[in-house]
DNA sequence: AACGATTTGTTCGTATGTATC
DNA sequence: TGATACATACGAACAAATCGT
């Protein structure tokens, strides 16, 4: 009563989900079919299904149907590592591979030489409008869209001899251990920053995302610190937010047996 | 030419938020302006604020109008600390009013002893259908909606004697240290898993969402482990996505000086 | 390869309800 | 109370994608 009628369709339907008598990949009836059964029109029947579709319980295919959303295996990431750039930690990436055991793939970088402002200069500590490298890489995991990451440096790193920063190509054992071994710039230290906001065009390209908003994607900055206490990179990481999720571990942490997605039986709220 | 009616409206309303042409809060034209200006029926006109929505952009009030979203600024937690449990750390909330510097609040916690299954018992590596305690706590800062939280503990913890975790307030230096004076069980690390997904209908309630699920909760699971190795808790925190976000430091790290939300200008992807 | 049937997507018009000022 | 503005609901028509024949 107090509710209007595209609700009541919608969770109606939504219980049917839940309850698992719609499972993960069946289809709904279709619009035409929903309408009989509802004695609504179409168009609230399509209000209804818009509903379930900004949940992200349903998705539709045009031509096919409306369907229930598959579930996803997420991909879990390590953020917590060796601080000291030994084995090429402090490299996000090289922990998602020892998480995933899969098949990384990487554009070759971009890169380009630009003026920054913003979050890039204040994290690097340097002020606006200076010239900064910055390395553009999209990853892929199993030909599946994995992550955007861009590193930005300072250029006072490519001026004191780093100048493979500058080139467009991968830097074999990782920036880390070339900036160590060339300019004694050793990673002591970084800090994470993680957020979760709306994908932009670009992002929904690349992941294949529905061109709604509806799924975020998480950015990761990581900052890091050379052994005289100044920033020595940036490093920012998007990933979208329906199929990853992230570790942190502290102290004495015994390794890691399975993992499993976001809770089911934990949700206890009331 | 290619996009329907309703996006190019929809963009170009988009890129008059993103260029500041409208600031937050703004006002939009009404739903009748923007029909003769895009000379568009007003449903099409509706389909475009829809889609704005869906991603966050604007918000709609009946019999007021419709407005761009003010920007929310973000409460800072800080995942990584001592893992000792010496000052009360190991604890997530310690170290958000640490981060806030503001007044924080909490419900007198809602004790169960339960049954469970899932993701509780894997994590905390026991059989499932076993007893444990949960107790289970809303937080708020300045009076405002912050967190859910559920604890849960093996019920062997109470027939050893830690009683206190089956009474319904607070535990005074908070559990971890309780549980190291009285049972020598002391805390030696932790493992944090970041996921992020939609709020459920209590959660949503709580934390005074908009009532499409599109603004999503992170779920951060934090397993305790005590120094047998064995998990001795695990804490269920829910956040909203909008306005919270997460450090996490590894090695050295000077003191942070300030925290900036997401990135602006640091997003460099094409 | 072509066509028709099915299904969702877009757009219009219209009417009425409800919230706010 | 009335005016304004968004919310819900109906009906209709055509477009576009998909699939099987």
């Keep these: 009563m107090a509710n209007p009628m595209y609700r009541q369709i919608a969770e109606d339907l939504r219980l049917k989900i839940e309850s698992g008598e719609l499972g ?40 096919q149907g409306t369907f229930v959303v598959a579930r996803i295996e997420p991909y879990v990431t390590i953020l917590t590592g060796e601080a000291d750039g030994s084995a090429g930690a402090g490299d996000i990436y090289v922990n998602e591979v020892k998480a995933t055991r899969r098949t990384p793939t990487a554009t070759v970088p971009r890169v380009e030489i630009q003026q920054i402002a913003g979050v890039v200069a204040e994290e690097l500590q340097i002020a606006e409008n200076t010239t900064v490298v910055s390395r553009h890489q999209q990853r892929s995991i199993d030909g599946i869209p994995f992550s955007l990451q861009t590193s930005f440096y300072p250029m006072s790193l490519v001026e004191r001899g780093a100048i493979k920063l500058i080139q467009a190509e991968d830097i074999p054992h990782g920036a880390v251990a070339y900036l160590r071994d060339n300019l004694k710039v050793r990673q002591v230290g970084y800090r994470d920053t993680v957020t979760v906001r709306a994908p932009d065009p670009n992002e929904t390209a690349f992941f294949k995302l529905p061109d ?45 047996i399975l993992t499993r997605p976001a809770s089911d039986q934990s949700r206890q709220h009331q």
């Design 24 to 63: 993960h990949g069946d289809q709904l009836p279709t619009e035409i079919e929903l309408r009989e059964k509802y004695d609504a029109s179409r168009n609230t029947v399509r209000d209804a299904i818009k509903w379930l579709m900004t949940r992200g319980l349903v998705e539709t295919r045009p031509g």
């Design 212 to 256: 709604d908003g509806r799924v975020a994607v998480y950015e990761i900055r990581r900052t890091a610190f050379d052994q005289s206490g100044h920033p020595c990179r940036l490093t920012v990481s998007v990933y979208p937010a329906d199929r990853n999720q992230f570790t942190v571990n502290v102290g004495e942490v015994p390794p890691e």
